[in-house]
């Protein structure tokens, strides 16, 4: 039987609906671990030289947990958190996306297993599931649950984005850069932070940070290709963006781009620059990589408006680099992160917070950022501001892309309270560190399994692995 509305279905309603405005951020809440260690005394603990990690890396603490945690306790903790902060109804969400590349499971995801948040008031009507790649799926998770809302399928309800990684690197090199963390986001209309569409992407197919060894939680990583990868699609990605923008605003007003002398309109890319953004956030693999990422970016303003004041004291000869050599230029570096010192001060370390106490948090680090910023410069200084995002995960996706203050993000910031949670984590030693990380590797999928961490390492009311079946069932509990 069809079911018709006098001539129209219900189908064409729902079509019709009007579209929601102002589609952002309503809510947040970070989850960090109980613990985490001194970069500095793991300088001496792992007998490189002093200020490798500090200075070289950029890195000042590093958050992580045993094997009492996985990404399923850690999702649960905090998009129950996120409810309980906020006093969010579980049947007002309508789609949960989950961005993680911490995997336990190849088939089940994390987001069925969010779905006994849900249970008691009977809500199972929310879509949604899990997207990975390395540290960019939770970008991916936040443009699903925004292109949900923005769809003629979006049914009113909220969507929510959790997101978060457990970052461990096998004993070597890399394993300063690790860290831990997690965040919950309520995406809805007429949020005070407001996701503008312009998005510039950069996607290949590379080898540099992948998890093939399905045996290990640890990556497989080329140090200095991850590097190099990271930079050169932060170019692609800026420059896709920068060039949309200005395609946008000459059909949006055709005499905003000005004429050169010769009467040809200028690079389109001139239109868009950092001086566009009030505050740049990018993902953090570490703390020096930022740096070196929002030094970047000012050389591709360079590249694009090179007579601009403020590269006078810029040498020249770098415009007659072929562009595969500017990637790697430690010339071209150290110019622009000099050039670069004081803005990256003013406008990117705000958004440093939770980096520089938690490390890397692979899908998290991003929106740890935001949660920084937002927990650092007070709401009234924020309001009418511009926020770039970029977003980059491993092997490669990378995304760069801009959301606008347009109303009072104070009672996430109060409600999140990041800072005094920051500041309240246990720094432990080195040794305690290092046999955490060993219970993990130790037991990486094993079953039946009985957790051997210590729950006094759990947060109160955090839920933790209680333990795992011989059908390799996974039991959580609530502290
Ligand atoms: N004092 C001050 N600086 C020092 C010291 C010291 N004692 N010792 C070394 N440094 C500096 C180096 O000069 C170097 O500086 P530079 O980057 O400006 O050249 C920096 O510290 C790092 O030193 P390296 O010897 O290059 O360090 P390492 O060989 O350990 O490699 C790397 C660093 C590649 C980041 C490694 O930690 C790694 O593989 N990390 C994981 C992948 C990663 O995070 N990649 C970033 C992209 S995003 C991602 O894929 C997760």
Request: charged share 25%.
């Amino acid at each position: 039987m069809a079911i018709e509305i006098a001539s129209t279905s219900v189908f064409d309603v729902q079509a019709e609906r009007p579209r929601p405005k102002d589609v952002g951020i309503l809510a947040m809440d970070m989850y960090v671990p109980k613990r985490c260690v001194s970069e500095e005394e793991l300088e001496v603990f792992d007998g490189v030289s002093k200020g490798k990690y500090t200075i070289g890396l950029g890195q000042s603490y590093m958050a992580f947990v045993d094997d009492r945690e996985d990404i399923n306790s850690i999702a649960l903790t905090v998009v129950s958190s996120l409810m309980k902060r906020f006093d969010i109804d579980p049947r007002s969400i309508g789609r949960l996306d989950v961005g993680t590349e911490t995997i336990i499971d190849k088939s089940k995801s994390v987001k069925t297993v969010l779905m006994d948040l849900f249970k008691e008031c009977g809500n199972h009507d929310i879509e949604g599931l899990d997207s990975k790649n390395a540290c960019y799926g939770s970008t991916a998770a936040v443009q699903n649950a925004t292109n949900w809302i923005e769809s003629r399928s979006w049914d009113g309800r909220n969507a929510i984005v959790f997101t978060g990684d457990i970052a461990v690197y096998a004993k070597g090199g890399a394993r300063a850069v690790g860290g831990a963390g997690a965040c919950a986001i309520l995406i809805g209309p007429n949020a005070p932070l407001v996701f503008e569409p312009i998005h510039g992407t950069y996607m290949a197919n590379t080898y540099e940070f992948y998890k093939p060894n399905l045996h290990s939680e640890y990556p497989t990583v080329d140090g200095p290709l991850s590097v190099s990868t990271y930079i050169a699609a932060m170019d692609a990605a800026y420059s896709a963006f920068r060039s949309k923008v200005a395609t946008a605003t000459k059909s949006f007003n055709p005499s905003a781009i000005p004429e050169t002398e010769a009467g040809n309109k200028v690079d389109e890319k001139s239109v868009f620059s950092l001086a566009d953004v009030d505050y740049p956030v990018y993902h953090s693999p570490y703390g020096k990589q930022v740096q070196k990422g929002h030094a970047r970016l000012l050389f591709m303003d360079y590249l694009s408006a090179p007579h601009k004041p403020k590269f006078a004291n810029i040498d020249p000869s770098f415009l007659d680099l072929p562009y595969p050599q500017t990637i790697n230029s430690k010339e071209i570096e150290k110019s622009f992160m000099a050039l670069s010192k004081a803005d990256y001060a003013a406008r990117v370390s705000l958004s440093m917070r939770c980096a520089s106490r938690c490390g890397n948090m692979y899908t998290a680090s991003l929106y740890g950022g935001l949660a920084s910023l937002l927990s650092t410069v007070d709401a009234a200084t924020l309001k009418g501001k511009r926020i770039s995002m970029y977003a980059f995960g491993g092997g490669c996706a990378s995304t760069f892309w801009t959301m606008r203050v347009k109303g009072d993000v104070s009672e996430i910031a109060k409600k999140m309270d990041l800072l005094k949670r920051l500041e309240s984590m246990d720094v432990v030693s080195c040794e305690e560190y290092t046999e955490g990380l060993q219970l993990r590797e130790d037991n990486h999928n094993l079953a039946p399994y009985q957790p051997q961490g210590d729950i006094k390492n759990i947060w109160p009311r955090a839920f933790y692995l209680d333990g795992i079946g011989s059908m390799f069932r996974r039991k959580y509990v609530q502290a």
